[in-house]
């Protein structure tokens, strides 16, 4: 915002200023009717002399660390609410240029300095909704990456699950085998024991 300064030399120049006549005030008026002001030849953003570059400086680093863009998209809307911001207060400013001492009002650069400050107070909205729109998407986004992550996640640990239980059914049945093998080893050595004790008593029943 205007300091009352400010106001008071927007009222006097609004009275005095009959127009430039150098070059260097032609060059400094055709700056300022620029989307009244919005960027320069060069498409930098333009501050006025009579306006502070720290101030504006102060503006967009508050708005940065407030939002925190992290992509380009989100600077470059970031940056525009800086902008529109500032120009609606400029607007506003100059609002008051419009009454002079006398109690006249140039009714005509009023009302387009009214529509200059309503316009740059919706573009202001507009990159806002669109940066927390992008947000929101961007967010969504993420939390569905998430969400088939996890879904991933559990299907890869059912798996694993699936492939343990597998693996434990395979060594029990192998367990199982080896037992039933020892036990038929064991079956068999009985047996063959027994039969060989028959053949030696048989053959001492003979010998005798």
Known sequence: MSTEAQLAANRANAEQSTGPKTEEGKAASSRNHFSHGLRDANGIFFILACESVEAYSILLADLHRE?????????????????????????????????????TLDDKRLALFMRYRTSHERAFHKCLSELL???????????????????????????????????????????????????????????????MQSISMERAKKAA
């Open 133 to 195: 729109k992008l947000r929101a998407e961007k967010r969504k986004t993420e939390i569905g990456f998430e969400s088939q992550k996890r879904i991933s996640e559990q299907h890869t640990r059912q798996q694993e699950k699936q492939e343990m239980a597998k693996e434990h059914h395979k060594w029990a049945i192998l367990l199982a085998e080896a037992k039933l093998d020892h036990q038929q080893a064991l079956t068999s050595n009985e047996q063959m024991t027994h039969t």
């Open 67 to 103: 939002h925190r863009p992290g992509t380009e998209t989100e600077r470059i809307l970031v940056d525009r609410m800086a902008q529109h911001h500032w120009l609606r207060n400029r607007a506003e400013a100059f609002e008051s240029g419009c009454f002079k001492a006398d109690g």
